[in-house]
């Protein structure tokens, strides 16, 4: 009986792996020296307790303007919702599981939460863009991409939180864009919350500002491309606005 039902739960298991392991997401963070566990998907959220919003799924979203592009489905606030507290100009490390895309860019946005990032409806959320990489060398095809650099790295993504960044409460969004089939794009957003502290007052202008969706368009030359129809052009559009460093 014992043995039967420890059977029919691994088949059960054994089915779903295949399922949930040709994409994923940022599994844990890393402000400075502190380790984060972020939202465990495909279990109940009753229970859980991370700086993460929650995120449901493995699977990439595929349109440019989904209501979910801001953090993930369904990016809710948990009930035992945490936030990091960081200081400004600390190294953010995210990791991944064992990222299977090696073609497409990373960028790493944050938002400034004016009614505290608990409250938050993520996609009124005024985004900036901290970090970014696209095609860092070679052809779209065959060349060094910004993921790429990423699985090469220990599935992980180390950025710096801009020193002169005002404190406050921030949602930072960690986002791989898989371009490797031509035929949709694909995101994958993750979001956590900070509570950034230092004695910086700086803010960016609107112009680097964005939400999600109404960042991305299908239009946007990096967002709706067919690299093997180009395969040996060099050149690649990130999307989103110009990196804010502060
Ligand atoms: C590699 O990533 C894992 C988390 O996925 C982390 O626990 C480990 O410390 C990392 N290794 C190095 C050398 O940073
Ligand atoms: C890329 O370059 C190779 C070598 O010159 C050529 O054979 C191929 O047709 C080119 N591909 C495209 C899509 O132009
Ligand atoms: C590469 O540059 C060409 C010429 O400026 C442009 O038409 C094309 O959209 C660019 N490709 C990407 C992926 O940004
Ligand atoms: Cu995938």
Redesign the pocket.
């Known amino acids: 009986m014992k043995l039967s039902l420890a059977f029919a739960s691994l088949a059960t298991l054994v089915s779903q792996i295949p399922l949930i392991s040709a994409h994923g997401g940022v599994l844990s963070y890393k402000f400075g020296d502190a380790t984060y566990q972020g939202f465990v998907p495909y279990n109940t959220p009753v229970g859980q307790t991370s700086i993460q919003r929650e995120w449901d799924t493995y699977n990439p979203i595929t349109d440019p303007t989904d209501a979910s592009l801001s953090c993930n489905i369904n990016g809710a606030t948990l009930a035992e919702q945490l936030s990091a507290t960081v200081a400004a100009g600390t190294q953010v490390t995210a990791y991944w599981n064992a990222w299977p895309h090696t073609i497409g860019p990373v960028m790493v946005y944050m938002a400034a939460c004016p009614s505290g990032c608990s409250n938050a409806d993520t996609s009124t959320l005024e985004f900036f863009k901290i970090d970014e990489a696209g095609l860092i060398s070679g052809d779209l095809v065959t060349g060094l991409w910004g993921m790429g650099e990423l699985v090469q790295n220990n599935n992980s993504w180390t950025s710096t939180i801009p020193a002169s960044l005002a404190s406050g409460e921030y949602m930072i969004r960690h986002e791989l864009l898989a371009i490797h089939t031509s035929d949709q794009p694909q995101f994958y957003p993750e979001c956590a919350q900070l509570i950034i502290t230092g004695s910086g007052s700086s803010t960016p202008s609107s112009s680097y500002l964005v939400t999600f969706p109404g960042a991305y368009s299908a239009s946007d030359p990096g967002v709706t491309i067919d690299i093997y129809?180009?395969?040996?052009e060099t050149n690649y559009t990130i999307p989103g606005p110009a990196v804010w460093s502060g």
Request: glycine letters at 0%.
């Open positions: 129809a180009n395969e040996n």
